[in-house]
């Protein structure tokens, strides 16, 4: 009756904080982009009032190319159709060479640890790009919400464009057996769509999760890695990477994201490794023997309350051991093969009725009759067995510790699930007609050709038959001891 825990969920939760940056700059900021830290070489800091940043680094990560003029201390930033200027020292900013901003505070060279660097306000060049800036003056951070023209939607603080959709929405369709009966005024368009929003979402918590705990794409650490894979995939496949992509519906930036949330799945299995490694297990036993850390308890779980009420007085009566027993004969938990003796587990770890009353129970106890949405339970609380927590702390605590972060990661999806915001470009897409229908008549195309070629498998068979028959009757008649009639 344990909770599913995948693996693949659980790295999620255990990290420690990577790229940490200390700085002995007063009125440091920090700048957080779709979601993600920024991560500068030199930090971000409030200089009357307005935060100043590096000029490559935030350009770089919103997208533009960086151009110097030393001669004239001029800067020009350009992104796709738009080019911003200005120079250190003037308040003016030109956007496609029109006068749009006069800044507060102007851009100023900084000398740090033997280099130069060029703050220039985030504000100004954030919202002269089309984005929206907010300030959390308590934290000293200041958010930046950049939105492709191409994005669908928003999951958190994480766009999501319309290529990205499309690889979702493929994966999906293509998983639905059914597919080739879904009618274009179904119900079932509205459940697919829903699903299509499910994926995206879980794919998007795994971003939330390694962004909270310290990684950002905008680390160059980070970032220059995974370009340097690009570039391995693209030398590697050479002419055929562009055909792998479309084959598998995706395009580079897609790719770029999957590369990226691949790495973040490995640095946090990395870094669960690394934690059980460095706890011994009587660390972890003795953390278990607290009552506040862990219980122990047995259940009977049958189907319905007539049944549970027909043994509940004989397991109500019965010793520890005879309790055991009776689970392990009327219970219908499949886990009781791999826990005979009852499960060790922490708060909040078991479906909320269930854990609930197991923990309102004193050791040898046992509860009312308890439903959840796998039954009905008995459940006995038993005392802790001391040798078998030692002997097998690793596995307990390993199990333990994944149900948490599984349950973190649920939280986090849950609560992106709430923060969807979609876009009028997430709104015209005609999921039936644009996706399911052309589906579906690739399938009944397919389906047909192979009639076809059933047919023509046929009709050949029924030649040759034609033949061998006419070859026979040929023989037969030549033959004056065979009756033809009778043949």
């Given at each position: 009756m344990k909770k599913i825990v995948s693996l693949f969920l659980v790295i999620l939760m255990l990290t420690p904080c990577l790229s940490v940056f200390t700085s002995a700059v007063e009125n440091e900021v920090t700048v957080i982009l779709n979601g993600f830290e920024i991560v500068f070489d030199v930090p971000g800091r409030l200089i009357d009032g307005r935060t100043?940043?590096?000029?490559?680094?935030?350009?770089?990560?919103?997208?533009?190319?960086?151009?110097?003029?030393?001669?004239?201390?001029?800067?020009?930033?350009?992104?796709?159709?738009?080019?911003?200027?200005?120079?250190?020292?003037?308040?003016?900013?030109?956007?496609?060479?029109?006068?749009?901003?006069?800044?507060?505070?102007?851009?100023?060279?900084v000398e740090e640890e033997g280099a130069s660097r060029t703050l220039v306000p985030l504000r100004a060049i954030s919202e002269a790009f089309g984005c929206l800036v907010d300030w959390e003056g308590t934290t000293r951070s200041a958010f930046i919400a950049d939105i492709p023209d191409a994005a669908v939607m928003n999951i958190g603080?994480?766009?999501?464009?319309?290529?990205?959709?499309?690889?979702?929405?493929?994966?999906?369709?293509?998983?639905?057996?059914?597919?080739?009966?879904?009618?274009?005024?179904?119900?079932?368009?509205?459940?697919?769509?829903?699903?299509?929003?499910?994926?995206i979402v879980y794919f998007n918590s795994i971003k939330s999760y390694a962004a909270e705990l310290g990684l950002s794409i905008y680390d160059p650490l980070v970032s220059d890695g995974i370009n340097a894979s690009l570039a391995e995939y693209k030398q590697h496949y050479g002419d055929l990477f562009a055909y792998i992509l479309q084959s598998s519906n995706m395009t580079e930036e897609?790719?770029?994201?999957?590369?990226?949330?691949?790495?973040?799945?490995?640095?946090?299995?990395?870094?669960?490794?690394?934690?059980?490694?460095?706890?011994?297990?009587?660390?972890?036993?003795?953390?278990?023997?607290?009552d506040e850390n862990f219980i122990r308890a047995a259940h009977i779980l049958v189907e319905d309350e007539e049944s549970a009420k027909s043994i509940y007085d004989l397991a109500k009566s019965s010793s520890d051991d005879k309790f055991l027993e009776l689970m392990n004969q009327y219970s219908l938990d499949e886990g009781k093969s791999d826990y005979p003796y009852g499960y060790y587990f922490g708060k909040d770890q078991m479906v909320e009725s269930f854990?609930?009353?197991?923990?309102?129970?004193?050791?040898?106890?046992?509860?009312?009759?308890?439903?959840?949405?796998?039954?009905?339970?008995?459940?006995?609380?038993?005392?802790?067995?001391?040798?078998?927590?030692?002997?097998?702390?690793?596995?307990?605590?390993?199990?333990?510790?994944?149900?948490?972060?599984?349950?973190?990661?649920?939280?986090?999806?849950?609560?992106?699930?709430?923060?969807?915001?979609?876009?009028?470009?997430?709104?015209?897409?005609?999921?039936?007609?644009?996706?399911?229908?052309?589906?579906q008549e690739t399938i009944k195309d397919s389906a047909t050709d192979t009639a076809g070629e059933k047919s023509e498998e046929a009709k050949t068979s029924e030649a040759e038959e034609d033949t061998n028959v006419a070859d026979d009757s040929y023989y037969y008649y030549d033959d004056p001891n065979v009756v033809v009639d009778d043949y």
């Open positions: 100043m940043v590096p000029l490559r680094r935030i350009g770089e990560c919103l997208g533009a190319t960086v151009e110097w003029d030393g001669a004239t201390r001029g800067i020009k930033l350009t992104r796709n159709d738009d080019v911003v200027e200005l120079s250190v020292g003037s308040y003016d900013l030109y956007k496609n060479g029109v006068l749009t901003y006069k800044m507060d505070v102007a851009p100023i060279i603080a994480y766009p999501v464009t319309k290529d990205l959709y499309h690889y979702f929405v493929i994966q999906t369709i293509s998983e639905i057996a059914n597919i080739g009966d879904i009618k274009s005024d179904s119900e079932e368009i509205t459940e697919i769509e829903d699903m299509i929003v499910d994926k897609t790719f770029l994201e999957f590369l990226y949330v691949s790495y973040f799945e490995t640095e946090l299995m990395n870094a669960i490794t690394a934690l059980s490694e460095n706890i011994s297990a009587d660390e972890k036993a003795e953390a278990m023997m607290n854990d609930k009353a197991a923990y309102s129970l004193d050791i040898g106890e046992t509860s009312d009759i308890v439903k959840s949405e796998f039954g009905y339970h008995i459940i006995r609380r038993l005392e802790k067995d001391q040798p078998y927590l030692y002997e097998n702390a690793d596995f307990i605590f390993s199990d333990y510790i994944n149900y948490k972060f599984y349950d973190d990661l649920n939280t986090i999806t849950k609560s992106l699930k709430e923060s969807c915001v979609y876009y009028p470009l997430y709104e015209n897409i005609d999921l039936y007609n644009e996706y399911i229908l052309p589906l």
